[in-house]
């Protein structure tokens, strides 16, 4: 038998009803529809609106979807990850929740936050508890309601977020497909470029901290682009160098949808034309945990068997990471 690995056997993704677009912007904050493409490339993103509702819903969407496509009982799940950064509440953890209403009872499940790299880094953690042979079905979601912690005041961040969810199935291959290198960082002196100030056990929810909208992202722009661009490019890179790929090797690269100039800067570095890149930010912005999988999901149809997949991420703390990927299937 062959080296067990961790293989993408199905995935889903979900987006609300509700869209904003740019020119919904241009009515609430002092922006115009071309300021926002020239600088990001998004035109509009899904709102979770409804009193209520919270990423665990949107992530419950994706999670039953998934298990209806994969033939999959929520008993059979052995193990559950929400990579977020807007959980439903500080605890339980989301996952938990999630777990709950998708009727998952054999599983333990737990979150993980990673910022923009979380789903990249749940991806990591559960590809190594299938390789040691002790897990069949692990599904792995990646979920925000960024809608909760924008402030649609500040018009240098509200234009990039949206919300959306996307779940996958990870299940063992030894037919050399799934996960087959990764490499992770983080540094966490970025932090105090991009961060939420108020909320946690730092700086508690008071009157002072919500008047002074310090429950909401918090985000040093060109600091920010400057790292995302080299080290996102850089890991992307390395993995191709470590695994001996060329550019024409790769069917795609699976880049975190932050901003179309970073995507583009990622897509240069390794010598991959746009054609071979997922893109679909102007459709949903920033949708943090879920950009990845909602990406995955949209070109499912169009990825065949034994494709080399290259997957990079960047996110808040600073963290940022890359996996190389061999596609297991083909949509039926």
């Given at each position: ?58 992530a ?30 500080i ?58 912690i ?12 949206g ?26 002196s970025?932090?105090i ?24 992202i918090y ?20 993995i ?6 060329a ?5 795609y ?26 893109i679909n930010i ?12 909602m990406c995955?999901?949209e ?32 949509a039926?």
């Amino acid at each position: 038998m062959g080296k067990i690995t961790a293989a993408i056997t199905g995935i889903q993704g979900w987006v609300p009803e509700d869209v904003l677009t740019n020119k919904d912007f241009e009515k609430m904050v002092d922006t115009t529809e071309e300021w926002i493409m020239t600088r990001t490339g998004i035109k509009e993103r899904h709102i979770q609106k409804g009193k209520g509702k919270a990423t665990s819903d949107m992530a419950v969407e994706a999670v039953i979807g998934l298990l209806k496509k994969t033939n999959t009982k929520p008993e059979e799940v052995e193990l559950l990850i929400c990579a977020t950064v807007t959980p439903d509440m500080i605890h339980p953890a989301t996952a938990n929740i999630i777990s709950d209403k998708a009727g998952i009872k054999n599983a333990f499940s737990f979150d993980m936050n990673a910022a923009c790299s979380g789903f990249l880094f749940a991806l990591v953690t559960a590809s190594k508890f299938i390789e040691a042979g002790g897990y069949k079905k692990i599904i792995v979601v990646g979920a925000d309601k960024m809608s909760s912690i924008t402030d649609y005041t500040d018009r240098t961040t509200c234009v990039l977020f949206g919300d959306a969810a996307g779940a996958v199935m990870l299940e063992p291959s030894t037919e050399g497909y799934g996960i087959l290198d990764s490499s992770t960082h983080a540094d966490g002196s970025g932090r105090i470029y991009l961060h939420q100030k108020a909320g946690g056990s730092l700086k508690p929810a008071s009157h002072e901290t919500v008047d002074a909208h310090e429950h909401f992202i918090y985000q040093e722009g060109q600091a920010v682009f400057k790292f995302a661009v080299t080290r996102m490019a850089d890991v992307a890179a390395e993995i191709m160098e470590r695994n001996q790929l060329a550019s024409d090797d790769i069917a795609y690269l699976v880049p975190h949808q932050a901003n179309m100039r970073i995507i583009d800067a990622t897509a240069r570095r390794m010598g991959i034309n746009k054609d071979k890149v997922m893109i679909n930010i102007e459709r949903y912005g920033n949708t943090t945990n879920a950009t990845i999988p909602m990406c995955l999901y949209e070109w499912e149809n169009k990825l065949k068997k034994g494709d080399n997949l290259i997957l990079a991420a960047f996110g808040g703390g600073f963290t940022w990471g890359s996996i190389y990927l061999k596609w297991a299937y083909e949509a039926k």
